[in-house]
């Protein structure tokens, strides 16, 4: 039993070493972790050897059990510094995602033919031949109406021609962003971009990135 109170000193002595340490190391916490499970582990070898000493077999028992009761409450608490000493680790990846709310993905590109509009240079200029076509047509009264249906054609013709000569490819380009909306963008040429493509918003259109 003198044995046994010499542990329980030895262990208050053995916590307020640890609890120095831990005040003025400048170790990293797993350094610190490592270094006090170490001096842990060789004072519970320290222990068992003086155990042997004990003169009955009850006694070394009851060392022996004392011994590694405090082993195991100083590696606790070892544990218990380095989980307080450890900053928590968090994922970035989601607020890397929603920091940038202008960036999306391409989902879809087609490519359509878009009808011109007509303007009034066709209908005139239609017109105009229009009617001096008419105009070469009869006489008199004839020549008059033949002028003015000429002039009415010609205008409509005009314009639907100038409607053809004026119609386009179009490239349409879908894109889906993080937030989960999407939007469509119009190209006169060809963009460049292909379904998977990152894109972000400049302006009015988006850019690859």
Same mark, same amino acid.
């Given at each position: 039993?003198?044995?046994?109170?010499?542990?329980?000193?030895?262990?208050?002595?053995?916590?307020?070493?640890?609890?120095?340490?831990?005040?003025?190391?400048?170790?990293?916490?797993?350094?610190?972790?490592?270094?006090?499970?170490?001096?842990?582990?060789?004072?519970?070898?320290?222990?068992?050897?003086?155990?042997?000493?004990?003169?009955?077999?009850?006694?070394?028992?009851?060392?022996?059990?004392?011994?590694?009761?405090?082993?195991?409450?100083?590696?606790?608490?070892?544990?218990?510094?380095?989980?307080?000493?450890?900053?928590?680790?968090?994922?970035?990846?989601?607020?890397?995602?929603?920091?940038?709310?202008?960036?999306?993905?391409?989902?879809?590109?087609?490519?359509?033919?878009?009808? +011109?509009? /007509?303007?009034?240079?066709?209908?005139? =200029? !239609?017109?105009?031949? $229009? %009617?001096?076509? &008419?105009?070469? @047509?009869?006489? +008199?009264? /004839?020549?008059?109406?033949?002028?003015? =249906? !000429?002039?009415?054609? $010609? %205008?409509?013709? &005009?314009?639907? @021609?100038?409607?053809?000569?004026?119609?386009?490819?179009?490239?349409?380009?879908?894109?889906?962003?993080?937030?989960?909306?999407?939007?469509?963008?119009?190209?006169?040429?060809?963009?460049?971009?292909?379904?998977?493509?990152?894109?972000?918003?400049?302006?009015?259109?988006?850019?690859?990135?």
């Amino acid at each position: 039993m003198k044995q046994t109170r010499w542990l329980l000193t030895g262990s208050l002595l053995l916590a307020a070493m640890t609890s120095a340490t831990w005040a003025q190391t400048t170790l990293t916490p797993k350094a610190q972790y490592a270094a006090d499970s170490k001096q842990a582990q060789a004072r519970y070898q320290s222990d068992l050897k003086l155990c042997a000493d004990e003169t009955s077999s009850s006694a070394r028992l009851q060392c022996r059990r004392d011994a590694k009761t405090e082993y195991n409450q100083t590696i606790a608490a070892a544990k218990a510094h380095l989980t307080a000493a450890t900053p928590a680790t968090t994922s970035t990846a989601p607020q890397a995602q929603v920091s940038c709310p202008d960036c999306g993905k391409v989902v879809a590109v087609s490519v359509t033919e878009k009808e +011109g509009e /007509g303007s009034a240079v066709g209908m005139i =200029a !239609g017109g105009a031949a $229009g %009617a001096l076509l &008419g105009h070469q @047509i009869g006489g +008199g009264i /004839g020549k008059d109406i033949a002028t003015v =249906a !000429g002039a009415v054609g $010609g %205008a409509y013709a &005009g314009k639907e @021609i100038e409607k053809r000569v004026k119609t386009h490819k179009v490239w349409t380009v879908s894109v889906q962003y993080a937030t989960g909306s999407q939007r469509h963008f119009e190209f006169a040429q060809d963009p460049g971009l292909q379904v998977g493509d990152p894109v972000k918003n400049s302006g009015n259109t988006i850019v690859r990135y």
